[in-house]
């Protein structure tokens, strides 16, 4: 009983950290395997965001040269603005996720931990969640700021769309120019911005992949 105590004092960490993106498996170290494959599928999603700004800050770029026919760039330019929505409605959603299932893992946390009858053990995966949660917080406090960072740059995006719609002409494109130039900066501040997140998962996935290694 002990021996499997320790397993799972050394594996729930794991699944604490992965509150936004893993469901109820039955067991432990079945919820700690879920968690690391999870936290794969989050930074392809994010590396996915992060080139999705940078083809539509192409787009822009493209778009804001002028010349010859602007309907063909206007066209590529509002088809990818429109993926670049939906990738920012994807990491709204998931950020919800992960606040509503908190809140769930908190409770059945302490039912776990309170069958745990060995005062040291559970001092010690009481130590251990504690660190969890400190690391959970820092990639939360990144996604933050990737939200953040979304929100200036959709607005950007939209502004440029919405006049060009009503202006697709040589001096409309040349009305737009400070306005893109200034989106164009925005999408690259939103790069960084999840760039740091995917370091922060990275770090994350790396430690208690370690960690599920030497369970």
């Known amino acids: 009983m002990r021996q499997s105590q320790q397993q799972w004092i050394r594996t729930w960490p794991v699944v604490l950290v992965a509150l936004a993106v893993v469901g109820c498996s039955n067991t432990g170290p079945d919820r700690t395997a879920t968690a690391v494959e999870s936290f794969k599928d989050t930074r392809k999603h994010l590396s996915d965001a992060s080139k999705q700004v940078g083809v539509t800050n192409d787009s822009l770029r493209a778009l804001s040269a002028g010349g010859g026919d602007l309907r063909p760039l206007f066209d590529k330019y509002v088809a990818n603005v429109k993926r670049t929505q939906d990738m920012a409605e994807g990491a709204r959603k ?23 009858s060995d005062e040291q053990l559970r001092a010690q995966s009481q130590q251990r969640v504690a660190a969890a949660k400190a690391e959970f917080d820092r990639v939360r406090s990144a996604a933050a700021e990737v939200k953040a960072a979304y929100q200036p740059y959709r607005q950007g995006l939209n502004d440029v769309q919405q006049y060009l719609t009503n202006d697709l002409t040589a001096a409309g494109v040349q009305s737009v120019g400070t306005k893109a130039n200034d989106t164009i900066r925005k999408g690259e501040t939103l790069q960084q911005r999840i760039a740091d997140l995917e370091r922060e998962l990275n770090s994350l996935s790396s430690k208690w992949s370690a960690k599920l290694g030497g369970a």
């Open 94 to 116: 998931r950020a919800e996720a992960m606040r509503a299932k908190t809140d769930e893992y908190t409770k059945q946390w302490q039912k776990e931990l309170s069958a745990i």
